[in-house]
C-alpha cells in the first residue's frame, strides 16, 4: 500500500498511512505558500519538531478541533497542556514509541526551540518513522551534522531536507547531508517561503543527480508524493 505523502509548503507535510493522518510541522496561517487553510486540514496526530512559530503554527488550532494526538518534546507538551490540550505524548531524543500506525523516534537536530511566547522550548528534534516497511527521514529545522550518516545506516527510503540556508542547511551542506544518509528518494523544504531563504531547487537538484545515486522529488504545495 502506498504512502501518501502531501506538502503544504515550508516543513510541513500530511503523510496518510494505515488510516491514519500524521500532520508535521502545521504552519498553514501566515505561510504565504500554504495551498488550503488551516481549517481545512484533518489529522489523527500532529508532530511538532520544535518551538519556533513557522513550524508549531496551528498546532494548538487544529488539535482542539481534530481531537489529534500531538507529539512533541516534554518541555513543548507542557507549554501545550497549559494551551488547553489534553491529548498528548511526550518523547524525547533518542525515543522511540510504537503507535498503531508504526513508530517514530526522535533524531537530533542542530537549530534552537524557543516557542512564541519565548517560553523553554527544550531541543529540536528531526523525525524518523517507520511505516509500512519504509523509513522517512523528516530532518526538519537543522544544520548539518555528521551523525546523519548514523540515521542513513537505518536504510531511509525517503530524506526530507532544508536547503533554505540562514536558517537551516543551505544547497551546499544539504547535498553533503544526501551524501552521509544515502536515501531513495529525497524532497528538498524550507525554501522560498520568504525572501531570505530564497533558492533554485532545480538547481539543488540537478548536483544531487550528477553527485549521488539519491532520485530528487521536488515538490508544489499541494503535490502529493506516492511512497
Not at 29 to 55: F, K, M, R, W
Not at 87 to 107: A, E
Not at 142 to 168: H, V, Y
Not at 180 to 189: Q, S
Request: net charge negative; aromatic share 10%.
Amino acid at each position: 500500500m502506498a504512502i501518501n505523502i502531501t506538502w503544504f509548503g515550508h516543513a510541513c507535510f500530511l503523510i496518510e498511512t494505515n488510516g491514519a493522518k500524521l500532520l508535521i510541522d502545521p504552519f498553514i496561517t501566515g505561510n504565504p505558500l500554504a495551498p488550503v487553510p488551516a481549517d481545512a486540514i484533518e489529522a489523527d496526530y500532529i508532530l511538532v519538531s520544535h518551538g519556533h512559530g513557522d513550524h508549531l503554527g496551528d498546532t494548538v488550532d487544529i488539535a482542539k478541533r481534530t481531537n489529534a494526538t500531538v507529539i512533541s518534546n516534554f518541555e513543548i507538551q507542557n507549554w501545550f497542556v497549559k494551551q488547553g490540550l489534553e491529548n498528548v505524548h511526550p518523547q524525547h531524543i533518542g525515543g522511540g514509541f510504537n503507535y498503531p500506525w508504526g513508530r517514530v523516534k526522535l533524531t537530533i537536530a542542530q537549530h534552537g526551540s524557543a516557542l512564541p511566547d519565548g517560553t523553554y522550548g527544550g531541543n529540536p528534534c528531526g523525525f524518523l518513522f517507520y511505516i509500512e516497511g519504509k523509513k522517512i527521514y523528516h530532518a526538519c529545522d537543522t544544520g548539518l551534522f555528521f551523525d546523519m550518516k548514523l540515521i542513513g545506516e537505518e536504510g531511509i527510503d525517503l530524506a526530507i531536507l532544508p536547503i533554505g540556508d540562514n536558517f537551516t542547511m543551505g544547497p551546499d551542506d544539504a547535498l553533503r547531508a544526501v551524501k552521509l544518509i544515502e536515501p531513495g528518494y529525497v524532497i528538498p523544504i524550507h525554501y522560498n517561503t520568504f525572501d531570505v531563504i530564497k533558492q533554485d531547487p532545480n538547481a539543488w537538484a540537478d548536483k544531487v543527480k550528477e553527485e549521488t545515486s539519491a532520485k530528487v522529488a521536488l515538490m508544489k504545495p499541494g503535490d502529493v508524493f506516492k511512497l
